[in-house]
Nanobody
Framework: VQLQASGGGLVQAGGSLRLSCAAS????????MAWFRQAPGKEREFVAQ????????YYADSIKGRFTISRSNAKNTVYLQMNSLKPEDTAVYYC????????????WGQGTQVTVSS
């Protein structure tokens, strides 16, 4: 699976962005998809996850209620709608994929920069 993330940019605090991650190469619909992020000087952290059907989602506490993960299996794309952005959301955001049968994320996109100004 090849993943291509896009949609990052510079936004003021309180603003919104929508990230997209286009997948290609294998059957996208059978994969669990997720977003992670890494801020400067910090370790990469989990943001959100969605199962193959889109019916089950998980979120990090830090973004719960502000971010929404969704997917379109018809378009082989996963999205991250980010609202009420805060300066601490500034990071490089990565999409990742794994088969439902394993726990480790095996495939990673190249990352897209999100910068939130105060």
């Amino acid at each position: 699976v090849q993943l291509q993330a896009s949609g990052g940019g510079l936004v003021q605090a309180g603003g919104s962005l929508r990230l997209s991650c286009a997948a290609s190469g294998r059957t996208f619909s059978g994969y669990v998809m997720a977003w992670f992020r890494q801020a400067p000087g910090k370790e990469r952290e989990f943001v959100a996850q969605i199962n193959w059907s889109g019916g089950t989602t998980y979120y990090a506490d830090s973004i719960k209620g502000r971010f929404t993960i969704s997917r379109s299996n018809a378009k082989n794309t996963v999205y991250l709608q980010m609202n009420s952005l805060k300066p601490e959301d500034t990071a490089v955001y990565y999409c990742a994929a794994r088969p439902s049968s394993i726990s480790d994320y095996r495939y990673w996109g190249q990352g897209t920069q999100v910068t939130v100004s105060s």
